[in-house]
């Protein structure tokens, strides 16, 4: 059974800082491309950033460049999401996904998905 389960989330002040974690069990994933989604509540889910499976590009959205670092530890087929300077506005449920393939932005494209971790940030 294919599984990605994201950790690290919680409740933190702006100007703070998360890392998550997403472990991948079932399947080897270390030749996969690895992204994180985010979703705020009433919104769609949003890219926040991606790594190729050798680790050596990454790919972020504006709105989190500078602040938020994604990396990779393909002996532990896990996936890191470093979240420093945080704002209220990164409060999310954020997930994790893989794919089979160059770094994408589209949630459709990605195969397989985490269950989710709670991103909390106040103001």
């Known amino acids: 059974q294919v599984q990605l389960v994201e950790s690290g989330g919680g409740l933190v002040q702006a100007g703070g800082s998360l890392r998550l974690s997403c472990a991948a069990s079932?399947?080897?994933?270390?030749?996969?491309?690895k992204g994180w989604f985010r979703q705020a509540p009433g919104k769609e889910r949003e890219f926040v950033a991606a790594i190729s499976w050798t680790g050596g590009g990454t790919y972020y959205t504006d709105s989190v460049k500078g602040r938020f670092t994604i990396s990779r530890d393909n002996a532990k087929n896990t996936v890191y999401l470093q979240m420093n300077s945080l704002k209220p506005e990164d409060t999310a449920v954020y997930y994790c996904?893989?794919?089979?393939?160059?770094?994408?932005?589209?949630?459709?494209?990605?195969?397989?998905w985490g269950r989710g971790t709670q991103v909390t940030v106040s103001s």
């Open positions: 996904a893989a794919v089979d393939g160059p770094i994408r932005v589209g949630p459709a494209s990605y195969a397989y």
């Open positions: 079932g399947r080897t994933f270390s030749r996969y491309t």
